[in-house]
């Protein structure tokens, strides 16, 4: 056999030996947004989904350039499995799952809706709706394929202004204190109870507001000055991460979505301005 042509049956153990490529969402079909699924792009900040189900957040200086590619919002949308010790385990997301019939789109003017699945069989839809200042996000659990515990959609998120430096000395530390100054945290646990926090301030989160909050923001320097705002609507709250922090670490969060979320009326909305 010629070494430099290949037979059918070297073709057919070829191709049966190509790996399958997990099935994505569909891609915008312009430079440079290749590989994402829908893109909201304002002056304040770039927002989008990757045809792979991954979120990347990040805020834009006044020039509308990213601040840090390295130092992102952290944002994360989550399948939480509820155990009888209260605790939760996260469920791996099926990549080969994802799907959406819907176009991809930059910057779309109507909600938009993907689905997918995790181990267990169970299965999941989210929904973006662009908003005026920012965009809202839901979600619920469509099927509990052969899962029998309570599941829930949750999303992760982390407004870290600044990276995080152990190496600071003294000096440094006061020239950074001096720098965040008017830097601001706030939360609204309900109506008429709001906790303000100095970025150079030690908080435990989870111990101040146990029952979480129904709205956040902060504004920093290390963001520009953007004032990043989230709440939520509905009968659930914003909770912490249970531990001590600086505020000018960042502040870590979670909304866990009701298991019967209604998208009108569960919801949690990102706006920046």
């Not at 992102?72 to 949308?77: D, E, G, Q, T």
């Not at 959406?100 to 910057?107: C, E, F, I, K, V």
């Not at 469509?142 to 000096?171: F, H």
Request: net charge positive.
């Amino acid at each position: 056999m010629n070494a430099t042509k290949s037979s059918p049956l070297v073709l057919a153990v070829l191709l049966a030996c190509t790996p399958t490529l997990p099935a994505q969402l569909p891609s915008i079909d312009k430079k440079p947004w290749k590989n994402h699924f829908i893109v909201l792009k304002n002056r304040k900040f770039q927002f989008a989904i990757t045809t792979a189900g991954e979120a990347e957040f990040y805020p834009l200086t006044n020039r509308g350039e990213i601040i840090s590619a390295s130092n992102p919002i952290i944002f994360k949308v989550e399948i939480l499995e509820s155990k009888p010790d209260g605790k939760f385990i996260s469920k791996k997301i099926d990549l080969t799952s994802l799907k959406s019939d819907q176009t991809p789109a930059l910057n779309p003017e109507k909600p938009i809706t993907y689905s997918g699945s995790v181990t267990g069989g169970a299965t999941f839809e989210i929904t973006l709706t662009p908003e005026a200042q920012g965009f809202s996000i839901t979600g619920k659990i469509t099927d509990k394929g052969k899962l029998t515990a309570p599941l829930n959609v949750a999303i992760e998120m982390g407004l870290r202004p600044y990276p995080k430096d152990a190496t600071l000395d003294k000096e440094e530390l006061k020239r950074f204190a001096q720098r965040t100054k008017r830097d601001k945290f706030e939360t609204i646990i309900t109506p008429g109870n709001k906790k303000k926090y100095e970025f150079d301030a030690g908080a435990n989160f989870s111990t101040d507001m146990p029952n979480g909050v129904e709205s956040l923001s902060m504004k920093a320097e290390g963001h520009d000055f953007t004032e990043f705002q989230v709440t939520v609507s509905g009968s659930s709250k914003i909770t912490f991460q249970d531990k001590h922090q600086i505020v000018a670490d960042g502040v870590d969060f979670k909304w866990i979505i009701p298991a019967e979320a209604n998208p009108d009326k569960d919801w949690m909305k990102i706006s920046a301005k």
